[in-house]
Structures are given as structure tokens and as C-alpha cells.
């Protein structure tokens, strides 16, 4: 007997699993549908911010920078061990948008939005401020103020772990051949020839949104698709502090330089038009010369392509609003039920951002809420993701308690456990006393104990999920190293499939 559900989703980034997680919590059965791993393509693929796009004000998009800037605090409060604050500094450029118009827009950033948290703006004097020490000496003058770092590939399994612990039924490496809707039902066929059916179904795929349509009896998208790649680079740590910078750029644009995994840092993001599949996007090198030549007309020492270590590229599936650049397309969303409803009710997912996922996931399942009288009201605005049941301000104190309990980690590791699992350190840690438990070392600090926590608590399968999505150890891992987990990747995979 196939299986039935009340909402079946299409979609493992940040929208679907939010969609997820939101509509089980209200008493709905789900099913979500991901043709590859959670995580693999947009949402992973971000600058990692919570913020409200301080260069939105530009384009006049204010309700969706207030929407934004609100959300910060309330994620902050739900996921404190994979999201923090951040102070990022804004040098004057001279020939570029003059001071009052910086100060003016970072006054808006600062009071639109409800801050009550974070720290608001100041004026910095960077000749003699120690962030103005890795800069050139002609950025005499800048801006400090606040947004958000997020771990973006881990806030999409997070809201999939949730989701299944209250119940939803998530399935990675799982794609729709077809849907068809017949006698008040939809009907999804799965890459493995089975089949789910469901009595709403929602349309998160991203990119892909369109496609899915066509699967649907060929049906056509209300609302055309702009995809817009985002590139980014990382290179060996560049300053030593935590604050990011974000810097103007003659064509209009504006990159950041961030603080990345304690010895690198991040540049990006480019914005490119992205002809072809979404199924291949790569920075270009175009892409990657533009980043290390912006962030070098700032910085004192030039950075050049041969200083990359990793660059990442994601596509982002903008609404077509006719805007002339692609930086100018807007990164509001738009939610619409396909045709009149007679054909099955079928929500399309158009457009978002990774701040606004919660507010996304929200408004959606009020809109499914429509066809079930009984669903509850919203809640995903107080409750914690898996692991952030703590203050906003204790992570150290809980990075020394798990180092007191396990003191064979060290503050190192024990840091690291926190920042990616929270409160779930303890549980992956219960019952081991030294560390010759935790099995072999892949590399980097990286044993067995862990990699088998994220087979089962975490829905990775392969090397990739690892070591790109549930921790960005691949930074420090070396090709053997990497292959060796692989192998013992597919030796676990294969005993439990004859298992």
C-alpha cells in the first residue's frame, strides 16, 4: 500500500525543510522529497549571513530588509550554537557613496528592524583603530555595526532533524519522476519505482522549480525564473580578529572579507547571470579574479588566484521582477498555488532568502493550514533548533562544561562540538570515557564516533556530506585522507544495505 500523507514537498534546502518541520510541529503528516543530500546546492552556497542586506536599501526594499533585520534575533535565539553575532566594518571609500549616505542607511539598518540585542552602529577613526591596521591607508574612515553568521548547510539539517523527530518522513537521494492528481490525491513515483501520495503538495525545489512543474502533467510556472550565481573564495586568514569587513566596489556591488573556520577567510559573493542546468554551476574564473581583485583594492596585501584554497559557487532562483543587473533582482519571495486548485493544490516556492526561511515556512503552511481545519497555529518562533537549548551568550560556558565532562577532548575539539552540535555534543559523546573510543581519526580531529553520528542523527551518506555540509573539515583533510573516509564510507553504507 503506498503511503499517505498530508503534505508531500519537494526540496531539501533551507524552504523545504523549514516547510517541514513548521507543518509537522501543527499536527500535519509530511513527507519531503530530496533528490540529493539536504543542503546540496543553494542553501549551502550562501555568504553564511542572518542579515537584512544593507545594500537592499538601495533598491528601496524596505519591507523586506525590516523583515529580515526582525528575524535576526529571533534565530539568534532558537539556534545560538550554529548562528552569532557579528561586527562588520564599513571603510569609507571616497569615490564611492559619500559618509552621510552610509551613516543615513546604517541608521535605518539600525532602528527598522526592532534591534534590542545586538549592538547598534559606531563611527571608527581606522587610521589609528586596530581594524583599520590590514587595510590600506587610504581608508581613513568607516562604520561598525551588526548582523549575523550562520552555518547555513547545518541550519537545513537541523530543521530536517527536527522535522523527522516530530515525525516527518524525510528521504535524501529520493527524486520525483512524476506527479499526477487523481481522485482528490497526488501522486509523487520516486526514483527507487515507488510511490507516496499526499493531499497538498509543495513545490520547494529552488532552481528546479520550474522543472518540477513540467513533471506535474507539464504545467507551466506562473512566475518566470532568474538564476543568479553566487560565487566565493577562501583563502588563509587575512586578519586577526573577528570582525568581518564589507567593502563597496565601483560597479555598485559590495563584497564581504569574514572570519572562516578560525584560519581562513571568506570573500564573496560575485552575482552572474547562470545560463544552463542548475545541475552545473562552478565559479568561473572570471568569478574568482573578480573577488581576489576586489577585496586587494582594500586590503594592504594583495591577494591573488593562486591564495585560493576553495572557492564555492550556488545558484539563487530570483523572481524575474525585469530589474536591469542581477544584483538589482529582488530577494523577496513569492508564494502562489498553481492554476485554480481544480487540477490538485499544488503551493510553488518562489524566490527567498536564508534570513527570511522561518517567515517563509510560516506564511506557507498557513496557506496548507487552508485545507486542514484542524493543523495549529504557528510556533517555530520560540522553539529551538536541535542542540540551541542554551542562552545566546553560552557557548563558553558550555564549551567548558562538555571539556569537564570529557576532558580528553581538549578546549579545541570540545569548541568545535559546540559550535556544530550544541547540547547534542553531550549525546554524541554519552558513554565514551577516553579517546580511543572514538574510533579512528580520519584526519584533522575528525574520528569515527562523529562521522557515525552524522550517519545517524544527521542523514549523511558519503564524504561530500561530511566534510562540506555537516562540518567543512574538507578544508583541512588531505586527498588520502578524504579517500580513506570515503572507503569506510561505502563499507559502512554496504553492510547496512545487506544488513
Not at 518562489?350 to 515556512?361: P, S, V
Not at 571539556?403 to 578546549?411: D, I, K, N, R, Y
Not at 579545541?412 to 554524541?428: P, W
Not at 551518506?461 to 583533510?477: E, F, H, P
Request: aromatic fraction near 10%.
Amino acid at each position: 500500500m503506498k503511503p499517505q500523507f498530508d503534505l508531500i514537498i519537494i526540496g531539501g534546502g533551507v524552504n523545504g525543510c523549514a516547510i517541514a518541520r513548521d507543518a509537522v510541529g501543527r499536527g500535519l503528516s509530511v513527507c519531503l522529497l530530496e533528490k540529493n543530500d539536504l543542503a546540496s546546492a543553494t542553501s549551502s552556497g550562501s555568504t553564511k549571513l542572518f542579515h537584512g542586506g544593507l545594500r537592499y536599501l538601495e533598491y528601496y526594499e524596505f519591507g523586506l530588509v525590516r523583515k529580515a533585520l526582525k528575524e535576526r534575533e529571533v534565530l539568534l535565539r532558537n539556534m545560538p550554537h550554529i548562528s552569532w553575532p557579528m561586527r562588520f566594518v564599513l571603510p569609507h571609500h571616497t569615490g564611492l557613496r559619500p559618509a552621510w549616505l552610509l551613516r543615513l542607511g546604517l541608521f535605518l539598518y539600525d532602528y527598522i528592524g526592532g534591534r534590542k540585542i545586538l549592538p547598534a552602529t559606531k563611527s571608527l577613526n581606522l587610521s589609528s583603530h586596530m581594524l583599520g591596521a590590514p587595510l590600506q591607508a587610504q581608508f581613513t574612515k568607516g562604520f561598525e555595526y551588526s548582523d549575523c553568521w550562520v552555518d547555513d548547510a547545518r541550519l537545513v539539517m537541523l530543521n530536517a532533524k527536527d522535522a523527522r523527530a516530530r515525525g516527518a518522513d524525510i528521504r535524501t537521494r529520493t527524486e520525483v519522476t512524476h506527479l499526477d492528481f487523481k481522485d482528490e490525491m497526488w501522486t509523487f513515483d520516486l526514483n527507487d519505482g515507488t510511490q507516496v501520495t499526499g493531499k497538498v503538495a509543495v513545490n520547494a525545489a529552488g532552481p528546479w522549480v520550474e522543472r518540477v512543474l513540467k513533471k506535474a502533467e507539464d504545467r507551466k510556472s506562473v512566475y518566470s525564473l532568474r538564476l543568479v550565481r553566487g560565487s566565493h573564495i577562501v583563502v588563509q586568514k587575512l586578519f586577526d580578529h573577528d570582525r568581518a569587513y564589507i567593502f563597496q566596489q565601483s560597479d555598485g556591488r559590495i563584497i564581504f572579507a569574514i572570519p572562516y573556520e578560525d584560519d581562513f577567510t571568506l570573500i564573496g559573493t560575485t552575482d552572474a547571470e547562470h545560463e544552463g542546468s542548475p545541475d552545473t554551476v562552478a565559479a568561473s574564473d572570471a568569478e574568482v579574479e573578480y573577488l581576489c581583485k576586489a577585496a586587494s583594492e582594500y586590503f594592504k596585501t594583495p591577494i591573488k588566484t593562486a591564495d585560493v584554497v576553495w572557492n564555492y559557487s550556488a545558484v539563487r532562483p530570483l523572481i524575474n521582477d525585469g530589474a536591469k543587473s542581477a544584483a538589482a533582482a529582488t530577494r523577496d519571495y513569492i508564494l502562489k498555488w498553481q492554476g485554480d486548485g481544480s487540477r490538485g493544490p499544488l503551493l510553488n516556492i518562489f524566490g527567498g532568502k536564508i534570513t527570511t526561511h522561518r517567515k517563509l515556512a510560516e506564511k506557507a503552511v498557513d496557506m496548507v493550514s487552508e485545507h486542514f481545519p484542524k493543523a495549529s497555529k504557528s510556533w517555530t518562533a520560540v522553539a529551538h533548533l536541535p542542540g540551541g537549548d542554551f542562552d545566546v551568550d553560552g557557548v563558553s560556558a558550555l564549551t567548558e562544561k562538555l571539556v569537564s565532562t570529557f576532558p580528553f577532548l581538549g578546549a579545541d575539539r570540545a569548541a568545535r562540538f559546540i559550535r556544530l552540535y550544541g547540547t547534542c555534543a553531550f549525546e554524541l559523546m554519552d558513554g565514551i570515557t577516553s579517546l580511543d573510543q572514538m574510533g579512528h581519526d580520519f584526519g584533522a580531529g575528525l574520528t569515527e564516533v562523529e562521522v557515525q553520528w552524522q550517519i545517524d542523527s544527521e542523514f549523511a551518506q558519503s564524504a561530500q556530506d561530511v566534510l562540506w555540509r555537516r562540518t567543512k573539515m574538507g578544508l583541512r583533510l588531505s586527498k588520502d585522507e578524504v579517500s580513506a573516509l570515503d572507503n569506510w564510507l561505502k563499507t559502512k553504507n554496504l553492510s547496512q544495505d545487506q544488513g
